[in-house]
């Protein structure tokens, strides 16, 4: 039986408080959330169950914590402060875990008193270890009890397995680890039944990232099926794009609802992109890509450009505007390639490597002109500026091959008949053209 050396118990997580990104205290950890893998894979933490000081429980995810020590829990980025509730196939350490018995291979019986978990990359995490304390025929666990304790490789404790008779939630395991396009291809070919039950307990993030997979008759009828609240959520959870096509394809009492209760920051990039024609520039950009300021060194655009939640093709260039910086920006100025940056010492300003033979796109320039724009310039990402010189966003190379391939492309790669997509898009047959 071997332990691990770095892991965590949650039980010394309990009532440790919450900082947020500025520092401020947030609240305290009241529990932590698993969720159950398969392929003999250790149980995935999904993040921490945070009490406010106002007594309203929220869920963070594990992504969003920075630094875990004796005394505190750091956390970046924003926090959903809705209240928190447990989706079907999550499990709660210690409401659900502690005080547990189990039956020891050697016949004796055992409680759970404790579960560490461990970091095994970047902002993911996974149950570790076991504390077992044994208890005599007839005792009942309490804590400060003397039986005698041992501590055990999540494996060796049956609780922490997935049975055969657990089907959906085997299921829901070997979804946790895969890419968003298999997920949606499982969900294409499930039955109704099924799928509304995957749904149900598949966490926000990975159903909105499966879902801008799917076909987009699929998207609206999933999104039309969930609950206006749950559907408001996988929403901001999407790309602004992916959001706001699918957004162009509801009822317009529907669309409006939807976006009302939407975080305001994320719907607001939403409607921005409503405004623009399909197979255009402007219809297909995200509102998201890497602005700096003029004054922004080499040194500042590497370390935004390491952020992993970035897109390897958002993540190829950066942009230089005048303040504001927030999408419409300030006076746009150019942009500069990463690999530039790689080149240059890190105090160097920005501004001063600007690309100044890359003239932005329109918003309005059509699919056409957008495919040669990057066929002309090498790029994977391409600016896109407005009338007045803002920045309004940029077109990534995913988008772009979305828009030029035919409109039921993601159906035929979901029934694996994608050849007449392949070739329409290699004999320049395209939407929008």
Request: one cysteine or more; hydrophobic letters at 45%.
């Amino acid at each position: 039986m071997s332990v691990s050396t770095s892991a965590v118990f949650v039980s010394r997580l309990q009532g440790l408080p919450v900082l947020d990104a500025t520092g401020d205290p947030l609240g305290k950890v009241r529990d932590v959330v698993i969720q159950l893998r398969t392929a003999k894979r250790a149980p995935r933490v999904k993040g921490l169950v945070v009490e406010l000081f106002a007594r309203k429980r929220i869920f963070v995810p594990i992504a969003r914590v920075r630094s875990i020590d004796i005394t505190q829990v750091a956390i970046q980025g924003q926090v959903d402060t809705r209240r928190f509730q447990r989706r079907d196939a999550e499990t709660l350490v210690i409401e659900s875990l502690f005080d547990r018995t189990i039956e020891r291979p050697n016949g004796r019986r055992a409680a759970i008193y404790d579960v560490s978990i461990k970091p095994v990359r970047a902002m993911e995490w996974e149950v570790a270890d076991v504390a077992l304390r044994e208890l005599t025929t007839g005792s009942r666990f309490r804590l400060g009890s003397r039986g005698a304790t041992s501590i055990h490789r999540w494996s060796e404790v049956p609780d922490l397995l997935l049975s055969s008779t657990q089907e959906t939630d085997h299921l829901l395991a070997q979804l946790v680890d895969m890419k968003p396009a298999d997920v949606a291809r499982e969900l294409h070919d499930m039955g109704p039944e099924r799928r509304q039950a995957v749904v149900r307990a598949l966490d926000d993030t990975q159903l909105a990232e499966a879902m801008e997979e799917l076909p987009e008759d699929e998207q609206i009828a999933l999104l039309s099926a969930l609950e206006v609240e749950r559907a408001a959520d996988v929403l901001e959870e999407m790309d602004a794009d992916d959001a706001a096509d699918i957004i162009k394809g509801l009822p317009s009492h529907m669309a409006e609802d939807l976006l009302q209760r939407m975080e305001p920051e994320e719907a607001a990039d939403v409607r921005g992109l409503l405004i623009y024609a399909d197979y255009t520039a402007g219809g297909m950009m995200t509102p998201e890509p890497v602005i700096l300021a003029t004054d922004a060194t080499v040194a500042d655009a590497l370390a935004r450009v390491r952020n992993e939640e970035l897109s390897p093709a958002l993540a190829s260039m950066v942009f230089v505007c005048r303040p504001p910086l927030d999408i419409p920006s300030g006076r746009y100025v150019g942009a500069v390639h990463t690999q530039r940056l790689l080149r240059e010492p890190p105090s160097t300003l920005v501004s001063a490597l600007v690309d100044q033979g890359l003239e932005p796109l329109n918003p309005s320039s059509p699919t056409a002109e957008v495919s040669r724009f990057f066929a002309t310039y090498n790029l994977v990402v391409a600016p896109v500026v407005n009338a007045e010189k803002q920045l309004v966003g940029a077109v990534a190379v995913d988008d772009l091959i979305d828009h030029m391939l035919p409109e039921d492309w993601r159906g035929d790669q979901m029934d694996g008949t994608d050849d007449g997509a392949l070739d329409a898009l290699g004999t320049g047959e395209v939407s929008g053209g």
